[in-house]
């Protein structure tokens, strides 16, 4: 039987006469890193926020490791953990201080250990408003996980680091959920989703339009796949692009490159060609359609459905 | 309650590193005092008198109403509060601290003026030590009460200056500091006795250096822990952890 630590039944959330979450339903494994996704004004941040009990919603039912998420604060408060995209320490506040502080607050003793594994030992008495923006991202994760959550909430936890940092930072990310942390992850960064995730959820206009793994998610676009062939002989450029499947064609210096959306076929029809050609295959790439170009996908189709976006 | 204490540690030792705290709770209101003792003796010998009441008031207000709104207000603005909301600082720490820290070091303040005054100046020392700490206290009260309530309400940092410069100025003028509340004119006393300096100024002089009344005693005594009183309930119900509209 499935352990779901999540539940989520008929959330609603509404500002005045607008519906910024409009009844949605899910579910989330214990253990799995779970993407929300969405443009801006989509209803991620409010859904975040209506789960880590910051908002009351207006309707439906949440409920965290077996308790509802807005009668029992307490259990909620020692069962999650949350690393704001918007949130900021003092800036005269020293490392040191503020993991003291937190952890005075949880009473719970100091964990150096956090930030010794967050690479923030150097830094004990440095003060907040002297930390990089990595650093800072990193700190306030170690003291989202202090009290060891179950569940860990992930507001836009690498937008503005640089490459390195975002590297460690999905490090740690990776650790946490192998150590068997729940994870949340809100992002705008496709490739971030795509990679760290087990399941996505896309939110538009407060509703689920997608749910799934990526793989599943990308699998069921109407997105074309790019296959790029290179042969010995480039005689057969011409003949490739004549291929049943085929919706485009072009060649670059080395590839010729088609567009179709029955990989299987357009690839057995490619090597069936280069074969019965006399040409010899030197490198095939196939391309599904990224998590990003699904995503364009379906909000570019709600669009044109809806007239909203 | 050991957090609270921690909490509080922490937040009187990071003032001493928050040049904009230093500056309105030390420099501002010795420098002022330094000021004000050089000049104002020889313009009008009976400030005198008054000095060190005068001064110690003038330091308790730039400490609490220059000095608590813009934190409290930049709290919410940048998600310091929201960042310790998530992770379980209750809101009432972060109302009391603020009152706390500058009670800390107005005392320090107050000690270097009541030194000061005397032996730079030739202030008269007060007939009555003890009845001073209290009496700061109860003023700090009331003032850092209105701060807190002034940062709890405004929407931005300037809001938050215009409010305090409502209450400053006017204690500066018509509180009693400069002028005594005798010798105001009819018109200007109903509107200085809403001032909490009015009020602190009436008490200091009663009770350290047993002048007559200028109002009765138990109506400043009402006036000054009414208005903090309710400053400070009246903040705790409109605290907000953040002032992020309603977003989706």
């Not at chain 1, 937008?159 to 959920?177: C, F, M």
């Not at chain 1, 998610?217 to 057969?236: K, L, M, P, Y």
């Amino acid at each position: 039987m499935t352990d779901h630590i999540i539940r989520v039944n008929g959330l609603k959330k509404n500002y005045g006469s607008t519906i910024a979450v409009d009844g949605i339903d899910f579910d989330i494994e214990r253990g799995k890193l779970v993407s929300i996704l969405g443009p801006n004004g989509a209803g991620k941040t409010t859904s975040l926020e209506c789960l880590e009990g910051l908002l009351k919603p207006d309707g439906g039912r949440i409920e965290i490791d077996g308790k509802s998420n807005t009668t029992d604060k307490k259990h909620l408060s020692n069962q999650i953990g949350i690393q704001l995209q918007s949130s900021a320490l003092p800036e005269n506040l020293t490392v040191l201080e503020a993991m003291r502080l937190f952890c005075s607050y949880r009473r719970i003793p100091v964990r150096s250990d956090l930030l010794s594994r967050f690479g923030l030992n150097g830094k004990l008495n440095t003060r907040f408003s002297n930390l990089s923006t990595g650093q800072k991202r990193r700190l306030s994760l170690a003291l989202a996980i202090i009290h060891n959550p179950q569940v860990l909430f992930l507001d836009e936890p690498t937008a503005g680091l640089d490459v390195q940092s975002r590297i460690e930072l999905h490090g740690i990310i990776g650790e946490l959920k192998q150590g068997g942390t729940t994870i949340i992850l809100a992002t705008h960064d496709m490739a971030e989703a795509e990679s760290l995730s087990d399941k996505i959820i896309i939110l538009l206009n407060g509703k689920i339009v997608a749910e799934g793994s990526p793989a599943e998610i990308t699998a069921t676009g109407d997105s074309v796949s790019r296959i790029s062939v290179r042969t010995e002989n480039r005689d057969i450029s011409e003949t490739l692009k004549l291929l049943p499947g085929i919706e485009s064609f072009h060649l670059t210096d080395d590839f010729s490159v088609l567009f179709s959306r029955n990989i299987e076929e357009t690839v057995s029809s490619v090597l069936e060609l280069i074969k019965s050609s006399g040409d010899t295959l030197v490198d095939l790439r196939i391309e599904r359609p990224t998590l990003e170009e699904r995503f364009v996908e379906i909000t570019d189709l709600n669009k044109q459905t809806t007239g909203v976006l | 309650m050991k957090a609270f204490i921690l909490h509080f540690a922490i937040e009187t030792k990071s003032g001493f590193r928050k040049k904009q705290q230093m500056f309105l709770t030390y420099f501002f209101p010795l420098g002022f005092f330094l000021m004000m003792g050089a000049v104002m003796p020889q313009l009008n010998p009976l400030f005198l008198d008054d000095m060190i009441p005068a001064m110690l008031i003038f330091a308790i207000m730039t400490s609490t109403l220059l000095g608590i709104p813009d934190p409290l207000v930049n709290g919410r603005t940048n998600g310091i509060f929201r960042g310790y909301r998530v992770n379980g600082v209750p809101a009432m720490s972060l109302i009391i601290l603020p009152v706390l820290s500058s009670v800390i070091h107005t005392l320090l303040v107050s000690t270097v003026i009541m030194i000061l005054s005397p032996l730079l100046f030739g202030a008269p020392i007060p007939v009555n030590i003890l009845p001073a700490i209290p009496l700061l206290m109860l003023t700090v009260f009331s003032c850092a009460g209105l701060s807190v309530f002034i940062g709890v309400i405004s929407t931005s940092s300037k809001s938050s200056m215009i409010w305090s410069q409502i209450i400053f100025i006017p204690s500066m003028l018509i509180g009693g500091l400069m002028i005594p509340f005798q010798s105001l004119p009819e018109s200007v006393k109903p509107v200085a006795m809403l001032l909490p300096s009015t009020h602190s100024m009436n008490l200091f002089k009663i009770f350290i250096y047993e002048t007559e009344a200028a109002i009765p005693p138990f109506v400043s005594f009402a006036v000054l822990s009414g208005i903090g009183a309710a400053a400070f309930i009246l903040a705790r119900i409109l605290f907000k952890w953040d002032n992020k509209k309603a977003g989706r």
